[in-house]
């Protein structure tokens, strides 16, 4: 399995793209900031991913990004594959939340920070 540690995102605000990673996703150390004169909306040749063990951890992800200002693109729903959807941050960046699970394990979700079974980022 491959992980990333870290991903740097250019972006038009980085301290208000802070504040959201933050409060969203609660990724503070795993995404790294750098300030972009060019427009940094829409599609841009990536879309970074959360992969995470639960139904309810995806539902609790997207809801944090969506209270946080990110824009469902894709609600969450269930699929074949398992369980997810897809949000644009007020940076412009579009986000992937999925599992591959299609039924909770526990009856409650835990923000990203405390214990998930699953924490990576991938590029999709």
């Given amino acids: 399995m491959t992980s ?6 250019d972006v038009a ?7 959201f990673y933050t409060a969203a996703f609660g ?5 790294r900031l750098r300030a972009s004169e060019a427009p940094t909306t829409g599609f841009r040749g990536f879309t970074p ?3 995470v063990s639960q139904p309810a951890d995806v539902g609790s992800l997207i809801g944090a990004a969506l209270d946080a200002g990110a824009t469902t693109l894709k609600p969450a729903a269930k699929s074949l594959w398992g369980y997810g959807g ?5 940076d412009g960046t579009i986000w992937k939340v999925a599992t591959s699970a299609n039924r909770p394990m526990t009856d409650g979700a835990r923000p990203l920070g ?3 079974s699953t924490k ?3 590029e999709a």
């Fill in 114 to 116: 405390e214990g998930l």
């Fill in 120 to 122: 990576r980022l991938e």
């Fill in 27 to 31: 990724l503070e150390t795993q995404i």
């Fill in 49 to 51: 991913a959360l992969t």
């Fill in 4 to 9: 990333i540690e870290s991903v740097t995102l």
């Fill in 86 to 90: 897809v949000v644009q941050t007020p």
């Fill in 13 to 19: 605000d980085p301290t208000a793209a802070k504040r």
